[in-house]
């Protein structure tokens, strides 16, 4: 990038996988980013510490200051990987995943990988909740060639990307779409039983089919940047169709009497899963929109 590129202040990445440039040859036979053009949207997460923590920062004063870290941009699908074994499946870590999303309207394909570790039958039961809520799962093995066809089929002449926890098997299933990318692929640790890191980078790669898919590192922890907590409820299309029942209009949909969401929840209308995902969100942002605030009213 142009040196005066890095130099513009920015609550979020620079230049990321996905952005539209303007670049130059040089002299020497490089090349140098001009200018980065408005990206339409962005699969995003608070941007982790060195540590590898995702985490929030503090300005000299105490006040909450976030950045953002893009880790996809200008895509037309995100095709969110989650195995159903080996490691366990992450649900919480695709309900973040979804509702990122949701909120940049991003359509979204859950990819249930590793079905030859579970079966057909088990993984539906476990992933099935997707579909009743009306997202688009594809059910997949690298090792057989389960859905492989299928899922081959759904990245023809799009712009996508593989996101999701490490060890699930993002890179297999690049493998097994595209044998001539020859990615390698690290087993899942038998010691701690999370997924190394084959992927330290996200790359993107064109498709025979057409179009590209993007491979990214896999993701240990997702905190959402700038998210407003009265907002989550949105991003839920399961739980919003019943957040105009609600007693209260600034109902959070955790304790309050005559709350719909609640009380769908107990009728079975509404996954105790999911629910338990989005209080989980809602406490989170709750929180840091609380210390903003604090923040705010001791400065003025």
């Known amino acids: 990038m142009r040196g005066r590129l890095k130099k513009e202040r920015s609550e979020s990445s620079i230049v990321a996988v996905g952005d539209r440039v303007d670049w130059q040859t040089l002299d020497d036979g490089g090349t140098v980013i001009e200018s980065v053009h408005k990206r ?31 880790i996809i941009a200008n895509l037309d699908q995100a095709v969110f990987v989650i195995a159903c074994a080996n490691p366990a499946p992450h649900l ?11 909120r940049q309207d991003i359509p979204a394909l ?9 079966g057909l039958e088990k993984a539906v039961a476990l992933f ?11 059910y997949t093995s690298a090792v057989t060639g389960q859905g492989v066809a299928s899922l081959r ?55 025979a089919v057409g179009g ?21 409820d949105a991003y ?5 169709p019943y957040v105009p029942n609600c007693a209260f209009s600034d109902c959070s949909h955790t304790v309050e009497p005559g709350c719909a969401v ?13 629910h338990e995902s989005y209080v989980r969100l809602h406490q989170e942002h709750r929180k840091l929109a609380d210390m903003y605030w604090w923040g705010i009213n001791e400065e003025d």
Not at 128 to 138: A, K, T
Not at 262 to 274: F, N, T
């Open 40 to 70: 339409e949207r962005s699969l995003a997460r608070l941007k982790p510490l060195a540590s590898g923590r995702g985490t929030r920062r503090w300005n000299r004063q105490g006040y909450l200051r976030e950045q953002e870290q893009v």
């Open 92 to 102: 919480k870590m695709l309900d973040r995943l979804l509702v990122g999303a949701e």
């Open 110 to 118: 859950i990819c249930a990988n590793k079905t030859e570790l579970v």
């Open 128 to 138: 099935g909740v997707y579909e009743r809520i009306g997202y688009d799962v594809i």
């Open 153 to 207: 089929e759904r990245l023809k002449d799009k712009i996508s990307a593989f996101i999701g926890p490490s060890g699930v098997g993002k890179t297999s299933l690049l493998n097994a779409l595209e044998p001539g990318l020859g990615k390698r692929v690290m087993a899942v640790s038998h010691v701690t039983g999370k997924g190394r890191h084959t992927t330290t980078v996200t790359e993107m790669f064109p498709l």
């Open 212 to 232: 590209w898919v993007a491979d990214t590192p896999g993701i240990r922890a997702l905190a959402l940047f700038d998210l407003d907590p009265e907002e989550i």
């Open 236 to 240: 839920f299309p399961d739980i919003a």
């Open 262 to 274: 609640l009380r769908a929840v107990k009728a079975g209308e509404v996954d105790a899963h999911r």
